[in-house]
């Protein structure tokens, strides 16, 4: 039988099955790419089974998806307290700790980051409409996901966060507001010495495009889903030519792009918000590129 490679997590595995069992996409799925190079990932199908280590992972929905892992032996996951749905009395859950402390957020209320270990199974599920991204990661890969759209990942895979760097101020003085239309923070997430599971969790349909070396591309800030670590990026604000406007106008007529370049892979989604605005930008973040 001829070696089967997913197209999307690039990982061989059985071409018999209905579904990738490294990370859950539909085997008989037709190829889809717009004239631009973006590829919609197909939604992981209800019931689709993923497998790693001595565990298992079920997707379960399409429109609120549920994630039910079976955790083998001591395996274990770890995931955001509210995700919980949930659990078999045989799962031992405790507090993660975390370096540096955990003091994140999320709509004004603090999050716990939860390790659960197996024996036996636990569900968890966003609160929200979207699809669930299985992502497998071999050896030293490590990929940037935006704030809020980490779901769960294996304990074989580190997490840490660091500040976004891509922001603009508007007003003046006393006045000024920051604006982080990527979040504060970017969560990083990266395996060493064994394979992992990274799950997100997005709104919409997924697309993602693999951009070669120095390959640039301007996205919606809030449609970034996740990037690999070799993507950069910066904040990209143009101006366009407004013709008659008057001065004041063409300065507050903006848009504002966050500009990518490879090698690498990245993910957007489809439903996010705008964050344009006809306020004056006053200041920007490092390696910021304006054009007019």
């Not at 998806?65 to 949930?86: K, Q």
């Not at 120095?214 to 670590?229: F, G, H, V």
């Amino acid at each position: 039988m001829a070696e089967f490679v997913c197209r999307y997590c690039r990982i061989p595995s059985d071409p018999t099955g209905p579904s990738c069992p490294s990370c859950g996409a539909p085997i008989d799925v037709r190829d889809v790419v717009s004239d631009s190079g973006w590829e919609e990932q197909p939604p992981i199908r209800d019931m689709a089974k993923i497998a790693f280590g001595g565990s298992t992972c079920q997707v379960e929905g399409t429109t609120v998806p549920v994630a039910d892992f079976g955790l083998g032996g001591s395996e274990s996951i770890f995931f955001s307290h509210h995700s919980v749905l949930w659990t078999e009395p045989t799962v031992t859950m405790d507090a993660m700790s975390m370096a540096g402390g955990w003091n994140r957020v999320r709509a004004g209320l603090p999050l716990v980051m939860m390790n659960a270990r197996g024996p036996g199974h636990i569900a968890l599920s966003e609160d929200s409409p979207g699809e669930v991204i299985a992502l497998p990661m071999r050896p030293g890969h490590q990929v940037h996901v935006r704030e809020h759209r980490f779901f769960a990942a294996t304990t074989t895979v580190g997490y840490k966060w660091y500040q976004s760097g891509v922001w603009y101020t508007t007003g003046q003085g006393d006045d000024t507001e920051y604006h982080y239309p990527i979040g504060y923070n970017i969560d990083a997430f990266q395996t060493d010495g064994a394979n992992g599971l990274l799950l997100l969790h997005a709104p919409g349909n997924v697309f993602v495009r693999n951009l070669a070396a120095r390959q640039p591309i301007c996205i919606q800030p809030t449609s970034l889903l996740y990037k690999d670590a070799s993507v950069g990026m910066a904040l990209h604000i143009e101006y366009p030519n407004a013709g008659i406007m008057s001065w004041n106008t063409r300065y507050s007529y903006r848009q504002v792009w966050l500009r990518l370049w490879g090698p690498g892979r990245v993910a957007v989604q489809s439903v996010y918000e705008r964050p344009e605005g006809s306020e004056w930008i006053t200041g920007t973040s490092g390696a910021t590129e304006t054009r007019w």
